[in-house]
């Protein structure tokens, strides 16, 4: 593989952002890429904007970097990093992929999604590229699949935490056709550049952490419907008292954000075979309302928390 000098985050989400500027803040260059909205808002409207017009298309990962910059505590170390990060959508800026030794993908945790982007980005490829997902949990190989042998010696999964800036572990999963070198070098990078301890995972839904985690996460939904306990009295006892004063339940679930969480128990729902496991990992109700709301928690303004 080669030395990692600038990488390309796709999604421009909770992760893909705060991957983007913990890498900046490393001295990485970083292209940050997202989709072309689908709609204008009414401010580009009565701006008399149109779908062409790149600040429109270019808008979704404009307002990450503008999120980053307000995130309490700061994201960047200093004002100058966020210069290390350039913006683009998946449209137009493809071509610039090309400049990357790293191509991380973080969008939708969808299979089909993530296969489809991939196989995008296999014609602009070049031998020496990684290209890693950051998946909270589906499969690296069933990824793997959407594209030719080279590459597939190039991909493998590096899951960050979030958030990433803060967060001291990388589970590392290998897909079937990895190369040595490149578990190697990454371990190297990720330790030594971006000061991350490495856990190599094994491919198994959602790998290790969001296997236990998810687990835990809708154990205590069940026993709240159940016991008719309330969101804070939860948290009260799910946070601080148990040694995680930042990771109460519902604070967690806003800060991951629902939809991301209900993506990441149904994989484990979907590859149950056993119907405890299955019902463990059924979605519960509530989390479904709430998403069909759009109470996604922090980056909806409104999850079981409300941003005043
Ligand atoms: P998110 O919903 O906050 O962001 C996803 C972003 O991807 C959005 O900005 C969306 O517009 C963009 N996107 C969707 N399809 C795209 C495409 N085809 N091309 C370009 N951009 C596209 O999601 P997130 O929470 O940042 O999660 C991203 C990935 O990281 C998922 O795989 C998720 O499972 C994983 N992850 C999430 C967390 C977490 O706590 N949220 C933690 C670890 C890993």
Redo the contacts with the bound molecule.
């Keep these: 593989m080669r030395t990692i000098r600038t990488v390309a985050v796709?999604?421009?989400?909770?992760?893909?952002?705060g991957i983007a500027a913990h890498l900046a803040n490393a001295g990485i260059h970083v292209w940050l890429?997202?989709?072309v909205p689908e709609r204008l808002t009414p401010e580009e409207e009565a701006a008399g904007r149109t779908i062409r017009h790149p600040d429109v298309r270019n808008r979704?990962a404009r307002e990450?970097i503008i999120r980053l910059n307000k995130t309490n505590p700061a994201v960047f170390f200093e004002e100058r990093c966020a210069e290390l990060i350039r913006i683009g959508?998946?449209e137009d800026d493809l071509h610039r992929l090309k400049e990357a030794d790293w191509i991380i993908e973080?969008?939708?945790?969808r299979l089909d999604?993530?296969r489809?982007?991939l196989r995008r980005i296999e014609p602009v490829w070049t031998p020496g590229m990684v290209v890693s997902?950051?998946?909270?949990?589906?499969s690296i190989a069933a990824m793997a699949e959407a594209v030719g042998p080279e590459l597939r010696s190039y991909f493998l999964g590096t899951?960050?935490?979030?958030p990433p800036r803060y967060m001291p572990l990388v589970e590392v999963i290998p897909g079937p056709a990895t190369k040595l070198d490149v578990l190697s070098g990454m371990k190297q990078f990720l330790g030594h550049r971006l000061g991350k301890g490495v856990v190599f995972a094994k491919d198994t839904p959602n790998f290790i952490a969001n296997r236990i985690g998810t687990y835990g996460l809708l154990v205590t939904l069940r026993l709240m419907a159940e016991q008719g306990y309330t969101v804070g009295e939860i948290d009260a006892v799910t946070g601080p008292a148990l040694g995680r004063p930042k990771s109460a339940t519902f604070r967690t679930l806003d800060?991951?954000?629902l939809?991301?969480f209900v993506?990441?128990a149904k994989n484990v729902y979907d590859h149950a075979s056993d119907p405890a496991e299955k019902a463990t990992f059924d979605t519960p109700e509530l989390l479904a309302d709430m998403t069909r709301l759009g109470w996604l928690g922090e980056?909806a303004g409104q999850g079981f928390y409300k941003k005043v």
């Design positions: 796709i999604g421009s989400g909770v992760m893909g952002a890429l997202d989709r979704l990450a959508n998946v973080a969008i939708t945790e999604d993530k489809e982007l997902s950051n998946t909270s949990g589906i899951h960050f935490f979030n800060l991951v954000g939809d991301t993506h990441v980056k």
